[in-house]
C-alpha cells in the first residue's frame, strides 16, 4: 500500500470498509516503512547506474567521449515558494532515463517538536546529536531547491557513475545553469547549456501575448498567437541540425502571414508562390513583433537550441507527486515515493518486483503476470506515439 502511496490511515479505512481487522499498530507500520525504503533506495540505485552505464556506452558510440548529456529540472509539491519538499532529477538525454536525483526538505518534524520545548533538559541532550539525523536539508526557497540540487548531482557525478555531465538541458531560467557553471564542478570542462525547444516555443507565446494590445478582429488575435508560437517551435523541431534552416524557416512563417496576392511575402518559402492568400497580417502588427523574432532567431540562441531537446521526459517523471500526495507529511514517505517513481520510470512495473524480491516477497502469477503485461502495453502505446502517422497528426 505504501508503494502506492497509500498510508495507515488509508489501510485502515480500506480495512474497515472491507469488514477486517485494522492492520498493524503505528510503532510497527513505522518500522515497516524503514524497511520498504531500505529496500526502494537500493533497487533505485542499481536502476540508475545501469541507466549511467548505458548512457555512457551510447554517447562513446556517438562519439561523445568527454562526457553525457543530461537534462534537469525540480518539481514541488506545490505551486508558489512555500513548498516544503521538492524533487530534482537528471535524465540522460540518448536513454531517456533518470541516472540522479535528490529530495530537498525545508522539514523536519523532530525539529517542529522540540521547538516548542525548547527550555527543557531533554532539549539540550537531543540538539547535540540530531544534527546528523535532521531530515531538512535545504534552507532558502523553495525556488532554490533546483538550483542546489542540480550543482549537487554535478558535483557527485564522477563519485556515482564515473562520469562527467558535459552538456546540460535547460529551460529559459539561467539560475541554475549559472550556479553549475560559476561552480566549476568539472574544473577541465566547460558544462554547455542546450535549450528546451519546448519552453523556448513557450517563450514566444509568453512575448506575442505581452503585445496583444495590439489584438482585435483582423489583427493580433490569441488564435494568431497560438499559430505563430506553434509555426515557430515547429521550425527549430524540423531544422534541428541547422541553424539556417532555422532561421529561415522561423522567418518564413511570418513573413508568409504578411503576403497578400498583389505582394508576396515567400522569399524564404520552400514553396508558396501559386498561394491564395487570406487577409495578411497588418503592417503595424508586423513591424510591432519584428523585434520579438529578431530577438528570437538569435544565432547563439539557435546554437543552443541544435539537436532539438526537451525536458520533457522530466515534465513526465515530475507526476510521481501522485504516490506522494500533500498531506503527506514524512520525509521517508517521500523518499520511498521518488524511489519507487525512478524505478518505474526507468525499468516500468518489472521493477516494483524487483523491490519485492529485496524485501523477500513471494511474487505470485497474478502478480508478475499483471505487470508484465502492463509493460507491454507500454510499449506498445510508445511505438504507436512515435509512429511517422502520430508524429503528422500531432504536428497538424
Excluded at 17 to 31: K, N, Q, T, V
Aim: hydrophobic share 35%; aromatic share 8%; glycine share 6%.
Amino acid at each position: 500500500m505504501r508503494i502506492l502511496g497509500i498510508g495507515l490511515q488509508g489501510m485502515k479505512k480500506f480495512c474497515t470498509f472491507m469488514d477486517l481487522a485494522a492492520p498493524i499498530f503505528h510503532s510497527f507500520y513505522d518500522s515497516i516503512v524503514q524497511t520498504i525504503a531500505i529496500a526502494t533506495d537500493s533497487v533505485r540505485f542499481m536502476t540508475m547506474k545501469q541507466a549511467a552505464k548505458e548512457e555512457k556506452e551510447i554517447s562513446i558510440t556517438k562519439g561523445q567521449t568527454d562526457g553525457i548529456m543530461v537534462s534537469g529540472d525540480g518539481s514541488w509539491r506545490k505551486r508558489g515558494f512555500s513548498s516544503l519538499y521538492g524533487i530534482v532529477t537528471l535524465i540522460s538525454c540518448h536513454t531517456a532515463k533518470v541516472i540522479d536525483v535528490i529530495v530537498k526538505s525545508k522539514y523536519c518534524k523532530l525539529c517542529e517538536y522540540w521547538e516548542k520545548h525548547d527550555d527543557s533538559a531533554e532539549y539540550e541532550e537531543w540538539v547535540t546529536t540530531h544534527a546528523e539525523n535532521c531530515q531538512s536539508s535545504h534552507s532558502g526557497s523553495a525556488g532554490k531547491m533546483e538550483v542546489d540540487g542540480v550543482l549537487e548531482m554535478f558535483q557527485r557525478s564522477i563519485e556515482l557513475h564515473d562520469v562527467k555531465y558535459t552538456n546540460y538541458i535547460g529551460d529559459g531560467d539561467s539560475t541554475t545553469f549559472k550556479g553549475v557553471t560559476d561552480a566549476k564542478p568539472h574544473v577541465d570542462i566547460i558544462v554547455k547549456k542546450k535549450e528546451c525547444i519546448a519552453h523556448i516555443q513557450k517563450r514566444m507565446g509568453t512575448r506575442l501575448r505581452n503585445t496583444k494590445s495590439l489584438g482585435g478582429k483582423g489583427k493580433l488575435t490569441g488564435k494568431l498567437i497560438d499559430e505563430l508560437t506553434i509555426y515557430y517551435g515547429l521550425s527549430i523541431c524540423r531544422n534541428a541540425n541547422s541553424v539556417k534552416n532555422i532561421k529561415k524557416e522561423i522567418w518564413a512563417t511570418l513573413y508568409h502571414k504578411l503576403s497578400t496576392d498583389e505582394n508576396p511575402q515567400h522569399g524564404n518559402c520552400p514553396q508558396g508562390a501559386r498561394y491564395k492568400h487570406k487577409p495578411a497580417l497588418p503592417i503595424e502588427v508586423f513591424n510591432a513583433i519584428k523585434p520579438i523574432y529578431e530577438d528570437l532567431s538569435r544565432d547563439d540562441l539557435l546554437e543552443r537550441c541544435l539537436g532539438g531537446y526537451t525536458q520533457n521526459n522530466n515534465e513526465c517523471f515530475n507526476s510521481l507527486w501522485n504516490i506522494a500526495p500533500k498531506n503527506v507529511s514524512s520525509d521517508k514517505k517521500v523518499d520511498i515515493a521518488t524511489d519507487v517513481a525512478v524505478c518505474t520510470f526507468n525499468d516500468s512495473l518489472s521493477a516494483v518486483m524487483k523491490i519485492m524480491e529485496v524485501l523477500q516477497f513471494t511474487i505470485g502469477s497474478n502478480c508478475y503476470n499483471f505487470c508484465v503485461e502492463a509493460d507491454a502495453a507500454r510499449i506498445r502505446l510508445a511505438e504507436v506515439q512515435l509512429s511517422d502517422a502520430a508524429k503528422e497528426a500531432r504536428s497538424v
